[in-house]
């Protein structure tokens, strides 16, 4: 069975770009988590998205968004990259339940120059 | 508000020998519990979780965490270390109110043949 994916592994821009991360999880997982591990700063929730809604969010600003699609993929948008966005930028996903295990993805490497 | 610590930065400890990298938790609640690890450059992998029952949960990899309801504590243990385990190591405590799952800063364990 395959696990969760991710792409691109890694993805290099500029300040004031826009980046988008892409994530498809496991089959048959509607919950699709991201996190950011940036460093210093440990592994910082970002968004939860299930059966197509936005269902929570962590405490970054708007310019983080993103969506989940009909096929329970998601994709991750930032705007207006700033230099601290420089991070991994972890997907995971799982059934949905409370007591159910995230599964993650390898993670996109992001670099802002 | 849910949190986890992971009050070693790094733990050194030869091939063969018990490993345990220590976590300690507060939950307001039934605490659900994770371990995950994490090899350069990749994402996490899940090695086992407490949700309720035996307070030895086993995992992969031949690991196993002790919950311990009055040290509020879940610490990973392996009975004989491989090199291979070299890696960071994350506590986590899912909050049941969000969803997401709330990481310690991780220990970084190193076997030494």
């Known amino acids: 069975e395959a696990g969760v994916t991710q792409s691109p592994t890694h993805l290099i821009k500029t300040r004031g770009q826009q980046a988008t991360l892409r994530c498809s999880p496991i089959?048959?997982?509607?919950?699709v988590y991201w996190y950011q591990q940036a460093l210093g700063l440990g592994l910082q929730f970002l968004l939860w998205?299930?059966?197509?809604?936005?269902?929570n969010r962590g405490n970054f600003p708007p310019r983080f968004s993103g969506r989940q699609f009909p096929n329970y993929s998601s994709e991750l948008n930032v705007n207006a990259l700033e230099l601290e966005d420089s991070a991994l930028y972890l997907c995971?996903?799982?059934?949905?339940?409370?007591?159910?295990?995230?599964?993650f993805g390898p993670g996109t490497r992001l670099t802002v120059l | 508000a849910q949190s986890v610590a992971q009050p070693e930065d790094q733990v050194n400890v030869a091939e063969g020998n018990p490993l345990t990298v220590k976590c300690t938790y507060s939950?307001?609640?039934?605490?659900?519990l994770f371990w995950y690890v994490q090899y350069p450059n990749r994402g996490l992998q899940f090695l086992l979780k407490?949700?309720?029952?035996?307070?030895l949960v086993k995992g992969s990899y031949g690991f196993e965490a002790e919950f311990n309801k009055s040290q509020t504590s879940f610490h990973l243990k392996k009975p004989s270390a491989l090199v291979s385990d070299s890696a960071l190591y994350f506590c986590?405590?899912?909050?049941?109110?969000?969803?997401?799952?709330?990481f310690g800063t991780g220990t970084r364990l190193q076997v030494f043949p």
């Open positions: 089959s048959g997982h509607t919950s």
């Open positions: 998205y299930d059966e197509g809604e936005e269902r």
């Open positions: 939950v307001s609640g039934n605490p659900y």
């Open positions: 995971a996903s799982s059934l949905g339940y409370t007591t159910d295990t995230q599964y």
């Open positions: 407490y949700i309720t029952g035996d307070n």
């Open positions: 986590a405590v899912r909050d049941i109110n969000t969803d997401k799952l709330i």
